[in-house]
């Protein structure tokens, strides 16, 4: 950890001090004990008897600001002692211990000119020792009290971290060295630890597996991005349209940069995981859900769409489960996050102490090793009866019925034509949000499916320097997170044929000859950390399972037997398929399907139950 001292705050604190302390040591007033004083009065009485009327009401006015000083200090202290302890900071520490001498020194040598005009501690004449030398002692401890909040001041306010944010009164993301594991902890909690660019982190160079994490007591691990503070861009200056944007970029960056890092990502999802969080878990290759996780990407609500690579994973999921959630917002809860196909693991909260104690023993990188040792700790899996009866498997073949379609109408008729409850709702939930929002990300989806990861990435950036300016998007967020009304779309549901998907793509998707005066400020390209890129993530195989396109794919390829295409997937999933991974300005080469022919020959957990109910449900609910 590196330090740097910020001179200007040193200098405030020393002038401070100076004001404080100087005048009581020029008048000599405030700890000299009048002969008659009892102990009581010597403690607390700030002046003595013999001061002046105009000595008197200014001692008595410093003595309030000492006391207000020394109630921050020791504060400060603590604060200080507290966060380096539990964020494991030795340097921290050390930095505190080196302040505290440094202002045991100051006290000293602030008291001599007080000890010079014989009012430091000398007793009055009447007064015993028995009585001068435990008030000698009380004050020797308060010096010592006030030398260590003075210490934290300075710790606090005059050190700045370079490097690290542990000792950082507003630290946001905090980093603990775990063994072998580097865990970092989203801190937020009054926010539901809501992204911002504070919390941004970069790969860990010295530990062997990462882990991101909320901190302990969180209802979230993290509900998206800070929404409310882009609402600047209202304005149209370029400066604040382009911090808006730059806010984005660098979160894009980061979720690129945690789908590709070359050592184990561990997301633990304890709670709720919306929007931005979902950027910072769905792209890693361990994905842990608990019973207390909820899941959902409800940008279209407020008139934006799903980034954080949602044209990536929403349409890899099964059948259209992407696109259904996408546009709906539809919340998933607890071991539904799993079955889904957003987390890769269901872990009960209770075993994650002793998950996390696991991992942080781990002396090895290999990806293989570290999902046994979550598979370790995963709860019983469901069974094909459950897979079928869980509340969006009950519903499977009606999503991909109504959400198959290329355009939003089709998609609406097609709910109004299904007649079923479940549609009905999800008409109702699609008419509260936006219609240009839900036409921008259908399209986004579709075209997301046929691309690659880092081309993805690129189109949202396009995609969100049009949204961040849009009417909806203000109207979308002040009305769900400000005023807490209901939003006034534009156009509305009554108006909705009037955006053409011409318009739609144009505005949204065609790359820009030339930016407009309101964009002129911002970086034209999205660049990213590496230049790693794939069609379908190569940790697909390893950590996750299969999904419908890929059973029935091999089904069509063994003739329809089922028994050999339950065989052929426990013995071939199960390994990271490193031959997808590959450079992104090569993307025309890289493959665009999974390997399903070098498996480990080791199933995981709710494999087999997965694939026979896919099989059941293609055959009519037979096998």
């Avoid at 590196?2 to 100076?18: S, T």
């Avoid at 002396?363 to 459950?386: G, K, M, R, Y």
């Avoid at 950036?461 to 998007?473: C, I, P, T």
């Avoid at 890129?533 to 299969?546: A, D, M, N």
């Amino acid at each position: 950890m590196g330090w740097r001292i910020k001179p200007q705050r040193l200098l405030v604190l020393i002038a401070l001090v100076a004001i404080l302390w100087l005048p009581h040591a020029v008048m000599g007033q405030n700890l000299t004990a009048p002969a008659t004083a009892s102990p009581t009065v010597w403690y607390f009485n700030i002046t003595n008897t013999s001061a002046t009327n105009v000595v008197k009401p200014a001692t008595r006015i410093m003595g309030v600001g000492w006391g207000l000083f020394a109630a921050l200090a020791v504060a400060s202290a603590l604060l200080v002692v507290s966060l380096a302890l539990s964020a494991h900071d030795l340097a921290g520490l050390v930095y505190f211990a080196c302040a505290l001498a440094m202002a045991l020194v100051v006290v000293v040598l602030v008291s001599l000119p007080r000890a010079a005009v014989g009012s430091t501690l000398q007793p009055a004449p009447a007064v015993s020792d028995t009585t001068f030398y435990p008030r000698a002692i009380l004050m020797s401890l308060l010096a010592c009290g006030f030398a260590a909040g003075l210490a934290g001041v300075f710790v606090c306010y005059v050190l700045k971290p370079v490097g690290s944010r542990t000792l950082n009164m507003a630290a946001e993301v905090l980093a603990r060295r775990m063994q072998h594991m580097q865990a970092l902890i989203l801190n937020r909690p009054h926010a539901l630890n809501a992204l911002n660019l504070n919390m941004v982190y970069e790969e860990s160079d010295i530990t062997k597996t990462i882990l991101l994490t909320a901190v302990e007591g969180s209802r979230a691990f993290c509900a998206g991005g800070d929404i409310k503070a882009l609402l600047n861009v209202k304005s149209s200056k370029p400066e604040d349209i382009a911090t808006a944007v730059k806010f984005m970029q660098q979160e894009y960056q980061l979720n690129h940069l945690i789908g590709t890092l070359s050592k184990p990502f561990i997301s633990v999802l304890n709670g709720i995981t919306m929007g931005g969080g979902a950027g910072l878990s769905v792209h890693a290759p361990f994905r842990i859900a608990t019973e207390k996780t909820i899941f959902a990407m409800p940008e279209t609500a407020i008139g934006l769409f799903p980034d954080v690579g949602g044209s990536f994973f929403l349409p890899r999921l099964d059948g259209e489960l992407g696109t259904f959630l996408g546009l709906t917002g539809h919340r998933l809860f607890g071991q539904e996050v799993w079955m889904a196909g957003i987390a890769t693991h269901f872990v009960p909260s209770e075993r994650l102490p002793m998950l996390l104690d696991r991992l942080a023993n781990l002396e090895t990188s290999d990806l293989h090793v570290v999902d046994s040792a979550i598979n370790e700790f995963v709860a019983e899996s469901p069974t094909v009866d459950d897979w079928h009866s869980w509340s969006l498997g009950r519903v499977t073949e009606s999503i991909n019925r109504c959400f198959s379609h290329q355009t939003l109408e089709a998609i609406v008729s097609s709910l109004e034509n299904e007649g079923t409850e479940w549609s009905a709702n999800t008409l109702q939930t699609l008419q509260k949000m936006s219609p240009t929002s839900l036409k921008v990300t259908l399209e986004q989806l579709r075209r997301g499916r046929q691309e690659d990861f880092a081309t993805c990435f690129r189109m949202e950036y396009r995609m969100v320097q049009e949204s961040l300016q849009s009417k909806d998007f203000f109207e979308g967020v002040t009305a769900a997170l400000v005023e807490k009304r209901t939003p006034v779309w534009n156009p509305d549901w009554a108006h909705m044929d009037s955006l053409k998907q011409s318009e739609i793509e144009k505005r949204f998707f065609t790359l820009r000859e030339k930016f407009p005066e309101s964009l002129s400020l911002i970086t034209p390209r999205l660049e990213f950390g590496n230049d790693r890129s794939f069609f379908e993530y190569p940790h697909k195989t390893l950590s996750g399972l299969p999904t419908d396109r890929d059973v029935l794919g091999i089904l069509t390829k063994f003739g329809g037997n089922s028994e050999r295409v339950v065989e052929f997937f426990n013995r071939s999933w199960g390994t990271y398929a490193a031959g997808l991974l590959g450079k992104e300005n090569r993307s025309a080469r890289l493959p665009a399907t999974s390997f399903l022919s070098e498996g480990s020959g080791r199933t995981r957990p709710g494999l087999t139950e997965k694939v026979l109910s896919i099989l059941a449900r293609n055959s009519g609910g037979k096998l």
